[in-house]
């Protein structure tokens, strides 16, 4: 569906918000604005103009609906978000839908990429009530936030069985007026089921049977066609690769490592992946990857290019690392700020239709490339009629290879070609009006960046990635912290507010520790464990030793919860168990592995039940079964063999790997002056090996 056409350009419109006089601007929003005016959040301020007269999340928008004894109408979304878009258009920006809204509910604005505490726990409510979630998310609920009704997006007027805002707002706003305890008698219900599901379920750490139990899962649902897991909409779930590459190396099968790279293989082909312009797109509507929702995440980015490292380390092929470096690339080139922060997101949109920067017509091709347009069209599956409304989304039917041997050229002339073509259509493309890019640098998002950019450095030795990752390290430093060390969770407008979620804490720290092990720094790891500790005693159950998703300094929306399950991206207490696992092992603090265990256990209960939905946990499991192979490094950080040893680690896939420098222990000498690694493997420590070359040679014995 289309939402309504915009000529003016969506970033634009948000630096004309950012840039107002805001001290001129009534608390109210005056005639113009609403009280979304004030706001930092990109996805606020791109309602702050509706006639709905909308509240940011908080006391005053609560202390109104208990005062006037009206039902609050919470509507969730994000800046990126196309249905979140369309329900604005219609609805919100309606004044006879406003009237209806402003008479009879005090209307709450979040984004949940800055309030994910608020999204995780209203949206376990609409999937408990519906069966189903989904963005926008609509709930409405008491003064004292207790929800009674849930909807993702509502259609302005009756649609296919389903009724419109106004006819289902006056409904609800007579309920509250008429039926008060049936109302209660939900709401009683709901927070019940809520408390049961929010809280930890405790169990003994099993065998390794139950890694074999979640690669049972995922055989089921793998399609062996396309790769990727299930039908349709097929996400790219780059974790449940990674714990495949585990399970691979665990038990020497091939089954899944052909399951990762078929499933990547078939990706970078698809149209899901920007043929021109890099980065993967979010989904696939369809099962073979062609036709996505075009929206760009960050973490997306992120957990593929992971994936991506992961599958080069286990096979060698160059293809997968030359993957990874696209979408690195992408990131670098059109989602990090100039400070050097990772933004969140760009959206599906541009001038009210969803894709219309992407895709491609033949003539517009012919336009840009001349003579090569139709080589081109027959490569990029460019066609008259098309493969979306009408027009072409890029993608590659054959692969390089196979193509270049239908049409009789090499493949180096045909990837050189290529290469041309898309730097001339890329040029092109930009003339078009870009899409809108959610400026919000967002912690837990730049942690996973952070951790892949640092491993893309082990892997390839360039310094851009690493001074990437740095860069965006000294950015959350200096701007996503408070004066006592207390992360913040978003930055947005010179602004960051919203305290660090456990997430948020749990990735910055993945990301200290990838950095640590590709440059040896001691900084890092410092920094690792001592924002792990603040962690612990910030998020830290007592009852239980697993984690809370929020500070025991902030608001418990609907209680305080634990929730290890991993979605599209790991969750904090997965996150968390691993970091703490790994620093144990590289620091011997047994404190810290020992509270990775606790984390583990509390959380096991859930993931015995349903596996494949904890992937991550077990990951931080299966590094906690082990066996480990620990690699002391001794000698100069900066001596060029010390750094090419570091990239012989960094191409090795070793997912239990401890690795550490000696820090002038005199128990790890240096061999002749030179670089030297100790290696202990498979239960034994094997004598030191100096340089890169030898170490090389005995890893491969080894893992």
């Known amino acids: ?44 301020l791109q309602h702050a103009e509706n006639p709905v007269g909308w509240y940011p999340w908080g006391e005053e928008a609560f202390a109104r609906a208990e005062t006037e004894d009206m039902p609050i109408f919470l509507s969730i979304g994000y800046a990126t978000c196309h249905w979140c878009h369309v329900m604005a258009h219609e609805s919100f920006a309606d004044p006879e839908v406003a009237e209806v809204m402003n008479r009879y509910f005090v209307a709450i604005k979040v984004d949940r990429e800055e309030r994910p505490d608020i999204d995780d726990r209203y949206m376990n409510v609409s999937q408990m009530m519906t069966g189903s ?54 709401c009683a219900s709901i927070m019940a089921a809520l408390t049961r599901l929010g809280g930890p379920a405790p169990a003994q750490l099993p065998g390794d049977s139950i890694l074999a139990d979640a690669y049972g899962q995922l055989r089921q649902m793998y399609d062996e066609t396309w790769g990727g897991f299930g039908t349709s909409p097929k996400f790219p779930m780059p974790h449940y690769l990674q714990f495949l ?33 890099f980065g993967l797109h979010r989904y696939s509507v369809d099962r073979q ?16 290019i992971l994936a991506c490292i992961e599958a080069f380390q286990a096979t060698g092929s160059r293809d997968f690392l030359k993957m990874a470096e696209e979408i690195a690339g992408y990131v670098l080139e059109e989602m990090t700020g100039p400070k050097g922060g990772f933004y969140a997101a760009q959206d599906a949109d541009t001038e009210g239709e969803e894709g219309k920067y992407y895709v491609w017509t033949p003539a517009e091709i012919g336009a840009v490339l001349g003579d090569d347009a139709a080589f081109c069209c027959r490569l990029l599956g460019g066609t008259v009629s098309g493969n979306f409304e009408g027009r072409t989304i890029l993608n590659l039917p054959l692969s390089i ?14 990837e050189a070609d290529l290469s041309r073509w898309r730097k001339q259509l890329l040029e092109a493309r930009s003339e078009r009006v870009r899409p809108f890019r959610d400026e919000k640098v967002l912690t837990a998002w730049n942690g996973l960046m952070i951790a892949s950019l640092a491993r893309l450095h082990g892997a390839t030795g360039e310094a851009r990635w690493l001074a990437a990752a740095e ?23 010179g602004r960051g507010d919203v305290p660090g979620f456990l997430e948020d804490y749990a990735a910055f720290v993945s990301g200290l520790i990838a950095l640590y092990e590709g440059t040896l720094v001691s900084d890092y790891l410092e920094e690792a464990c001592r924002v792990s500790r603040q962690m612990l005693s910030l998020f830290r159950d007592s009852g239980s030793g697993g984690l809370f998703d929020t500070g025991i300094d902030t608001e418990a929306v609907l209680g305080r919860s634990v929730n290890p399950y991993d979605g599209v991206v790991p969750s904090g207490t997965s996150l968390a168990a691993l970091n703490l696992l790994r620093l144990g092992g590289i620091t011997s603090a047994v404190d810290l592995t020992a509270a990775g265990e606790a984390v583990l256990r509390s959380a096991m209960g859930k993931a015995v039940r349903q596996p494949a939905g904890y992937l991550c946990l077990l990951m931080a499991y299966d590094y906690l079964l082990g066996p480990a192979v620990e690699i002391t490094l001794a000698g100069d ?54 340089g890169a070359e030898a170490l090389g040679v005995l890893l491969d014995e080894v893992v």
């Open 245 to 277: 590459l585990r399970i691979w190396r665990r038990t020497g099968d091939a089954s899944p490592l052909a399951m990762v790279t078929t499933s990547l293989i078939h990706i970078r082909q698809g149209g899901i992946f920007d043929q021109i312009g």
């Open 471 to 493: 860069q965006a390290t000294k950015f959350i430093r200096t701007r996503l912290v408070d004066g006592n060390g207390r992360l913040f969770r978003s930055y947005h407008g």
């Open 289 to 304: 990857w062609l036709i996505p929702h075009f929206e760009k995440m960050l973490y997306d980015q992120a957990m593929i």
């Open 133 to 186: 979630g989904g963005w926008p998310l609509n709930i409405v609920m008491t003064p004292d936030r207790r929800p009674f009704y849930a909807a993702t997006y509502i259609p302005k007027t009756p649609r296919q069985g389903m009724p419109g805002v106004v006819e289902l707002l006056m409904k609800l706003a007579e309920l509250w007026r008429t039926e008060r305890d049936r109302i209660e008698e939900s």
């Open 401 to 414: 290879e196979e193509f270049a041997r239908r049409e009789g050229v090499t493949p180096d002339m045909l």
């Open 637 to 690: 950080r900066g001596d060029p063999e010390m750094l090419a040893m570091l990239r012989v680690i960094g191409r090795r896939f070793i997912p239990r790997l401890v690795l550490r420098h000696a820090e002038g222990d005199p128990s790890f000498r240096e061999l002749d002056g030179r670089a030297t690694a100790y290696v202990c493997a498979k239960e034994a420590c094997r004598p030191p090996v100096a």
């Open 1 to 44: 569906m289309k939402a309504e056409k915009a000529s003016v350009d969506g970033n634009a419109e948000l630096r004309r918000l950012l840039n107002l006089d805001r001290k001129s601007i009534p608390a109210d929003g005056g005639e113009q604005f609403n009280r979304l005016v004030f706001a930092s959040s990109p996805y606020l």
